[in-house]
């Protein structure tokens, strides 16, 4: 069916609608980062003056870098463990015929569901008591049981499309059920296992509530919540400019998982959803 | 219908198996025992970080126990529980958040529909919309949070600068409208890829058949879409709800809980962490959690959404 020019007109100006409303946000805190600290008080939407003094501000200060740092590091391991785990236990619900499958999916969902405030107090109280309160391991430990609910739904929904005859075929070949895993199936699961990571990472890199309530300094303090203590990377600077430069830095990642992952994200999204 | 028709047949074959349980071969007990092995360690953790944290929070939400004081800490029972509930702030604190829920989510199903709707059927940019409405999804809540917190500060920015330079983070009302509109510009992407995925469920015969027997646009929507999409609907509602409620790192950006725009989760927090008040903060906690149970209970039990993952 062809289409008229008006409706051409209505879908193209409904997608730049979109595009507009997107991305004018994201334009705001770019321009705003690039403002220069004498004109940062004039309300035009781009700069006046273009200055990269901002950042050159934030990348001297360990008020910055070490949290990235931090940010980096933790969201890395604990995306690490958590979608090894995942893909141990999405296995067995995709494949293995045992009792308390339903259970497993059961628990996965009401953590996923938890309110994080009502487990920032116990978990503050624990661990400043087992001695990792503001440490790296106080919120990689968290992070891992927050995205293995993520993993285990995306990857249970990715490992029911695997073709399983391949692994019935290793079997025959005289592999053990673990070998047949780690051989035939896993190599196969590799996709699933990127696009959960991608998750996984987006959650740990977003979090906040856990992030400022278990750390107490800049020794395991995320981005995302030096972010909300950055006093200014010098006493005359001010720091709009400051923070402005910081959220962009931490969103130029997710701009380029975007670009690169974004058949993959759409499909890890969707896939625990629909299929059910 | 076809869903339960299928949940019937499923059913089936599962009570057969546990009939011929006791006679298990040495094949299937192996693969059971795998399949324990290989849950097992992702059950610790979620049960270590989770399960028991919030049963030690039940445990602190009976005590009166200040961290200025710890030495003072004592079993009170539900004295907690009955000053929080008699509180006004906490009753504000609800309404506030229930606000934001309702008034966000429904607005973000009317945009996340529209949304859906255009990347499923636009003739241009498909690709590029797709993409672009990534960025809101996964960008960093904070970092765009304060570039709302910029744009409506008077004398630095453009929002402001449009409406005579007000400030309106400083009254109730309308910093509760920025508040849902920074919920509604981050979410809507994550609803409209539900429901977007939930529209490619309905079968395009359908809509043609309907089409040739005369049936309008509007109505091939309520009449075919909708009902076939219900299943996606409700998924995508309960879970934007569950994570409306829990509303913290705008509220917290954007005006910090001042001038009454409070949610529960930052009146825990600053029961918890400013009062240092671990009793009341860890009764306010259960009573959220408690609140999120309820929300989940009612989408599904009443309204029939099936908890994802739980058919497979």
């Known amino acids: ?276 | 219908m076809t869903a339960k028709t299928e949940a019937v047949t499923t059913g089936e074959p599962q009570v057969t198996e546990r009939k011929h349980r006791k006679r298990l071969s040495e094949g299937a007990r192996a693969e059971r025992r795998l399949g324990f092995l290989l849950c097992a360690p992702a059950v610790i953790v979620m049960l270590a970080v989770a399960a028991f944290p919030i049963f030690y929070a039940v445990w602190l939400s009976l005590q009166r126990y200040d961290l200025r004081f710890p030495n003072e800490a004592k079993f009170i029972g539900f004295s907690n529980y009955a000053a929080v509930l008699s509180s006004q702030y906490w009753w504000h604190a609800l309404w506030v958040t229930l606000i934001i829920t309702v008034v966000s989510v429904a607005v973000e199903f009317v945009l996340g529909m529209l949304l859906a709707i255009l990347m499923f059927r636009t003739l241009f940019f498909r690709g590029t919309v797709r993409t672009i409405i990534l960025i809101p999804y996964g960008i960093v809540t904070v970092a765009a949070a304060y570039g709302w917190q910029y744009a409506w500060t008077p004398n630095t920015g453009y929002l402001s600068a449009l409406f005579n330079n007000s400030a309106p983070l400083t009254k109730t009302g309308t910093a509760i409208a920025i508040i849902i509109l920074a919920e509604i510009w981050k979410t809507t992407p994550f609803m409209a890829l539900l429901l977007m995925a939930g529209l490619s469920l309905v079968p395009e015969d359908l809509q043609k058949a309907a089409r040739v027997d005369g049936a309008s646009a509007w109505q091939r929507f309520v009449r075919i879409t909708l009902p076939l999409m219900k299943p996606a609907i409700l998924v995508a509602l309960l879970f934007r709800t569950l994570d409306a409620f829990r509303v913290f790192d705008n509220i917290y950006i954007l005006t910090a809980g001042g001038n009454g725009t409070y949610s529960v989760s930052i009146l825990g927090y600053d029961n918890l962490f400013r009062a240092l008040n671990l009793g009341i903060g860890s009764a306010i906690s259960i009573l959220i959690f408690i609140c999120v149970a309820i929300i989940a209970f009612i989408f599904i039990r009443l309204f029939g959404a099936a908890a994802p993952g739980t058919e497979g």
């Open chain 1, 1 to 276: 069916m062809a289409a008229t020019t008006r409706q051409k007109s209505g879908w193209i100006t409904a997608n730049v609608v979109t595009i507009l409303l997107v991305l004018i946000p994201v334009v705001w805190i770019f321009s705003l980062s690039f403002k220069d600290p004498s004109s940062i008080t004039d309300p035009t939407f781009f700069p006046t003056k273009w200055t990269w003094a901002n950042y050159k501000g934030i990348f001297n200060s360990s008020e910055f870098t070490r949290p990235l740092l931090n940010s980096i590091g933790i969201g890395l391991i604990a995306t690490f463990i958590s979608v090894v785990l995942a893909s141990l236990a999405a296995y067995a619900v995709a494949r293995l015929a045992f009792p308390g499958k339903r259970a497993l999916i059961g628990l996965s969902l009401l953590i996923a569901m938890f309110p994080l405030i009502s487990l920032a107090t116990p978990l503050f109280n624990i661990e400043r008591q087992l001695g990792i309160f503001n440490t790296w391991l106080g919120l990689i430990i968290p992070y891992i049981a927050f995205g293995l609910p993520l993993g285990i739904y995306t990857l249970s929904a990715f490992f029911r499309e695997i073709p399983w005859e391949l692994e019935k075929a290793a079997k025959m070949d005289g592999a053990t059920p673990f070998q047949a895993f780690v051989r035939v199936i896993a190599p196969l699961a590799a996709p699933g296992m990127v696009t959960t990571a991608i998750l996984v990472f987006l959650f740990c890199w977003n979090e906040f509530l856990l992030a400022i309530t278990l750390t107490s300094t800049i020794a395991a303090r995320t981005a995302p919540a030096a972010l909300a203590f950055f006093t200014g990377s010098s006493q005359f600077a001010v720091p709009t400019g400051s923070i402005s430069a910081a959220a962009v830095v931490i969103t130029i990642p997710i701009i380029i998982f975007v670009l690169l992952f974004q058949r993959r994200i759409v499909a890890g999204l969707t896939s625990g959803a629909v299929k059910g």
